[in-house]
């Protein structure tokens, strides 16, 4: 992957971990960085911290990632694999 590509996916990881901690606020950067932008785990934490199930949380999370997919492949999945080289 090259440089500025993979600066393009990293800032919009930090983006949606921005707009996820907004969101809820209980979450912290180094647990979010620890899903390393999986949208089940981010999930998980809110279901941890907040009691929420999905239905209570889980629309506006997927509007969060969904205002960052980028053509065909949404951002979490190029973020994935760029935290995971």
Do not use: C, H, P
């Not at 590509?5 to 983006?15: A, C, H, P, R, V």
């Amino acid at each position: 992957m090259n440089s500025a590509n993979e600066n393009t996916i990293k800032g919009k990881w930090l983006e949606i971990k921005g707009d996820v901690q907004k969101a809820w606020g209980k979450l912290t950067d180094d647990e979010l960085e620890q899903t390393k932008g999986d949208m089940k785990s981010i999930g998980g934490l809110i279901q941890q911290r907040y009691g929420q199930e999905q239905g209570a949380y889980g629309k506006k999370l997927e509007d969060i990632f969904k205002r960052f997919e980028a053509n065909k492949d949404t951002a979490v999945n190029s973020i994935k694999t760029s935290l995971q080289k």
